[in-house]
């Protein structure tokens, strides 16, 4: 039978590499004014939204229980992650209205960037977390 504990580990790392790019291209259409780097991002966020519901999931059913250090560690790491995924979701509800009606709606790019920033930081968090239970308590 195959295990499925490793699972979470290889998922994770989507929805942060595609929230973090979102990010990069939602700042870089600031920059250039440029309508389909805005689109970009949107579609970026969404995928990045999903791929962290689905990581949310795994970390659920397919990781092991921890005790004692790696148990409080664990519960930060899934209140960030659970924090960052909001983030994206909320985002991705906004990146719709500006999809559907790509018009200077200010007030929508602003909401829709500060979402982004937050769930960056909440991903970082998120990652430092789950890093100190894999690397400094269950290895050392």
């Known amino acids: 039978m195959m295990n499925l504990v490793h699972l979470h580990p290889m998922l994770v790392h989507f929805p ?3 929230a973090l790019v979102a990010l990069l291209f939602n700042l870089a259409a600031y920059y250039f004014k440029q309508e389909w780097l805005n689109k970009a991002a949107i579609a970026l966020t969404v995928c990045a939204a999903l791929g962290a ?3 949310i999931l795994s970390g659920i059913f397919f990781t092991k229980p921890v005790a004692g250090l790696a148990a409080s560690l664990k519960e930060e790491h899934v209140t960030y992650a659970l924090a960052s995924t909001l983030f994206l979701v909320l985002s991705s509800f906004i ?3 500006l999809f559907l009606k ?3 709606q200010t007030k ?5 960037t500060a979402l982004l ?3 960056a930081g909440c991903i970082a968090l998120t990652g430092m977390k789950g890093g100190s239970i894999v690397y400094d308590v269950w290895l050392f």
């Open 95 to 97: 990146g719709g209205k």
């Open 53 to 55: 519901l689905i990581s």
């Open 117 to 119: 920033l937050l769930a």
């Open 102 to 104: 790509p018009s200077r």
């Open 16 to 18: 942060i590499a595609l």
């Open 108 to 112: 929508l790019h602003y909401a829709f």
